[in-house]
């Protein structure tokens, strides 16, 4: 049973920092890429970031280029997301899914597992 569990959201004023997780179990994951969606209330679920099952490669969204870093350990089988100079528009609910692929992937079709998500919540 593949499980995935995000954890580090929270309430941060504007242009704070915030570091999330994704402890995944149930499979090895090193062999697939893993990407972070966000979904705001009342729109559609975002891509925001994804990494290469090595690490090797990643992509962003445009909208937090510069700003957000992913990453991830695969001896630990965790995923992260760090987000600095953090907007109110960024507020939203973050999940993290795995891809059937090695390569980063942005279209939420191209992940077979999701996490329950964790909330960021960013005040002005």
């Known amino acids: 049973q593949v499980q995935l569990v995000e954890s580090g959201g929270g309430l941060v004023q504007a242009g704070g920092s915030l570091r999330l997780s994704c402890a995944a179990s149930?499979?090895?994951?090193?062999?697939?890429?893993m990407g972070w969606f966000r979904q705001a209330p009342g729109k559609e679920r975002m891509f925001v970031s994804a990494?290469?099952?090595?690490?090797?490669?990643?992509a962003y969204a445009d909208s937090v280029k510069g700003r957000f870093t992913i990453s991830r350990d695969n001896a630990k089988n965790t995923l992260y997301l760090q987000m600095n100079s953090l907007k109110p528009e960024d507020t939203a609910k973050y999940y993290c899914?795995?891809?059937?692929?090695?390569?980063?992937?942005?279209?939420?079709?191209?992940?077979?597992?999701w996490g329950q998500g964790t909330q960021v919540t960013v005040s002005s």
């Open positions: 899914a795995v891809a059937r692929s090695r390569l980063p992937q942005q279209f939420g079709y191209e992940y077979n597992y």
């Open positions: 149930g499979r090895t994951f090193s062999s697939y890429a």
């Open positions: 990494i290469s099952g090595s690490g090797a490669s990643t």
